[in-house]
């Protein structure tokens, strides 16, 4: 089955640090594209980042920019946020998302379940 | 970026009613379009890709259309289960941008 989990959302205090895991399982991880997406509460749907199937290129939104960094370990299938210096801005459920032009699909074709940061004090 | 301006932000329909959902670009992205289905307390799910290609598994009420700027998705018959937020989403260049959504709800 092709799957993606997310792990390592919770609670942090603003200024703090969190790193988001996205492991993956049931295609080639290697082939695909893979971006993390985010959703504040009660809000749209967010780009936040994308990173190339060799973790050579990486796009970020402006208000991430320095602040998180997308990186992949192929070897293990997994993606990963760091998140630094949050904000309250940035509290959100966390998805990272398949780029399924690796397989001749334009856009997000899986998901996962989504983690959520919570940026408080 | 480029914005995604979507309407309306939401409606009210009833079961067997034709839904048409509209999105524009603030500028020309060729066919780089997809539209999402999101359930409540769970991630969106693709229902058209490339502007008017359906998804694998997704029904065949669900059809997109459009390209350069303006785009739709319509439901010709809407089912109970279609009642979600729907998004549409630009792919053409970073940042992909996401239109605000629309909320379809029961009359």
């Known amino acids: 089955e092709v799957q993606l989990v997310e792990s390592g959302g919770g609670l942090v205090q603003p200024g703090g640090s969190l790193r988001l895991s996205c492991a993956a399982s049931g295609f080639s991880f290697v082939s695909y594209a893979m971006h993390w997406v985010r959703q504040a509460p009660g809000k749209g749907l967010e780009y936040v980042s994308a990173i190339s199937p060799y973790g050579d290129s990486s796009s970020y939104i402006d208000s991430v920019k320095g602040r998180f960094t997308i990186s992949r370990d192929n070897s293990k299938n997994t993606l990963y946020l760091q998140m630094g210096s949050l904000r309250a801005e940035d509290m959100a459920v966390y998805y990272c998302?398949?780029?399924?032009?690796?397989?001749?699909?334009?856009?997000?074709?899986?998901w996962g379940q989504g983690t959520m940061v919570t940026v408080s004090s | 970026a480029i914005q995604m301006t979507q309407s309306p932000s939401s409606l009210s329909a009833s079961v067997g009613d034709r839904v048409t959902i509209t999105c524009r670009a603030s500028?020309?992205?060729?066919?780089?379009l997809g539209w999402y289905q999101q359930k409540p307390g769970k991630a969106p799910q693709l229902l058209i890709y490339a502007a008017s290609n359906l998804q694998s598994g997704v029904p065949s009420r669900f059809s997109g259309s459009g390209s350069d700027t303006d785009f739709t998705l319509t439901i010709s018959s809407l089912q109970p289960e279609d009642f979600a937020t729907y998004y549409c989403l630009q792919d053409y260049t970073y940042p992909w941008t996401f239109g605000q959504g629309t909320k379809v709800e029961i009359k």
């Open positions: 998302a398949r780029d399924g032009y690796g397989g001749d699909i334009d856009g997000y074709d899986i």
């Open positions: 500028q020309g992205i060729r066919n780089d």
